[in-house]
């Protein structure tokens, strides 16, 4: 029989560290943002849903209430300033703080370059930075009350390695990894970390869409763990990065990628 004493312990000592704790999780309506409010949820955090599709993103947070768990949904466009101030707002009247934040949400699509449309550039940057940066600035002025705070921003292999057709997608997620690190040597002195996450290629509704075949094959070949990660695989990281844990770790962005990044030749 499987020993499970350390995994009770640590998830234990997990919950015991988050009590009280609120986590703002943004696009967490599906995909990679409902299994991250799923996982903190079940580690102890109340958690905040944060999407356009309220009705999706409610449908979680009572999913999550039924199940013993502390959580609300908000409407939150992240490409407008008005509607993140107007999140916070319902955040702070509904908890009085917030402890943790997931910058999750994103939009891509995939066009040539030389013709690349310069509104869909101009919407990704609204959205994959300029949000995160304004959600950071919120958050943070209720981190520090505590002296404890913790900034998750979802970036991508795009940003570390370029693909075709991904010119605003892979540029911004570039821009996040620079950003990521300018939080975390910023907030440092105030208790707050912030750190990035580089998903590889992840089964969500956007890849299923946005992900030829042409595109899983070539992702497949170079992934050398030869499959596409769950969403969960992305909650199980940010769950070490929001936890006490973590507390001497940031400026830090970790592929979870099943070696993509890392992979060079793989066949002889």
Request: net charge neutral; with cysteine.
């Amino acid at each position: 029989m499987r020993d499970t004493t350390n995994t009770e312990v640590s998830k234990a000592r997990r919950v015991a560290n988050s009590n009280g704790r609120v986590a703002l999780v943004t696009g967490a309506a599906m995909g990679i943002g409902a299994a991250i409010a799923k996982r903190l949820a079940a580690d102890g955090f109340s958690v905040v849903l944060g999407d356009l599709n309220l009705d999706a993103a409610e449908s979680l947070a009572q999913e999550l209430c039924a199940q013993g768990h502390t959580a609300i949904a908000v409407t939150l466009d992240v490409g407008s300033d008005a509607s993140i101030h107007a999140a916070f707002e319902q955040i702070v009247a509904h908890f009085a703080r917030c402890d943790v934040l997931v910058n999750n949400a994103g939009i891509a699509k995939t066009y040539p370059f030389e013709s690349y449309p310069l509104a869909h550039w101009r919407a990704v940057m609204d959205v994959n930075v300029t949000g995160p940066m304004l959600l950071a600035q919120q958050a943070v002025q209720h981190m520090k009350k505590q002296s404890w705070g913790r900034v998750i921003n979802i970036a991508s292999v795009a940003g570390i390695r370029a693909s075709a057709g991904r010119t605003a997608y892979g540029t911004s997620k570039s821009a996040v990894i620079g950003l990521t690190r300018q939080m975390a040597i910023e907030l440092a002195a105030q208790g707050v970390t912030a750190n990035a996450i580089a998903p590889g290629p992840i089964e969500t509704p956007m890849v299923a869409t946005l992900h030829s075949d042409t595109t899983r094959d070539n992702f497949l070949k170079q992934v050398p763990m030869k499959r596409y990660g769950a969403p969960e695989e992305i909650a199980g990281v940010v769950s070490f990065l929001a936890s006490d844990d973590a507390s001497y770790v940031t400026g830090q962005t970790l592929a979870v990628d099943g070696g993509f990044i890392a992979a060079g030749v793989l066949e002889i």
